[in-house]
């Protein structure tokens, strides 16, 4: 398989930009393996197109407002995005500036806090958090919610409910998992009640999801 095998046009105004007002209101397509048919359908009808017994699993990763912005030293603007929060004080991020900090620089955030540029791991850097604040309590007083780069638009305040889903639990992921954002608890309710059975994993969810495949050859990748 070769990349050129998957391209197909998009128009810009066929990708949402907000999401429905309910939740369960997308839309859903539905295969049938044994006939080969299609169906478009909302994922309010999934409960009768499952069967008492059948078991759900849902990730209760907890999507973190992982995107910072501030300047360096020089004054130059710098975009921090956390990839992995190491401990208390220490995070593995992506950065986007002008020029590339160099370990040992000091960036001042937006709203008051200072991140030391302690050091580089490929494409990402280690950094640490100054003052008396942790990683993650700087990231919730200040971080933006990271929304994927189809969306294009700057985040809300909204954002931080709705682009999360209803069972999240454990923080740690910078993009959500998304098939999960159309469950409710209406929606939960309803396929409690079908007899379907739920479980639990958590696998945070990585910047890398938003890579694109780069390789002509899809092995390759």
Known sequence: ???RDFHYDLPAELIAQYPPECRHAGRLL??????????????????RLLRPGDLLVFNDTRVLPARL???KDSGGRVELL????????????????????????RIDLDGGA???????EDDLYTV?????????????????VPLPPYIDRADEPRDRERYQTVYARRPGSVAAPTAGLHFDGALLEALSRRGVEFGYVTLHVGAGTFSPV????IADH
């Open 114 to 120: 200072v991140v030391h540029v302690t050091g580089r």
């Open 1 to 3: 398989m070769y990349r």
């Open 82 to 105: 956390v990839e992995r929060v190491l401990d208390d004080r220490r995070a593995l991020v992506h950065m986007r500036a002008s020029k590339a900090p160099r370990p040992g620089a």
């Open 128 to 144: 640490e958090f100054g003052g008396g604040e942790t990683a993650g309590q700087v990231m919730q007083r200040l971080g933006h």
């Open 30 to 47: 539905e295969l049938d393996a044994g006939r080969g048919t299609l169906a478009d359908r909302t994922v309010a009808e999934l409960p």
């Open 69 to 71: 912005f501030g300047r």
């Open 214 to 217: 780069r390789a002509e050859r």
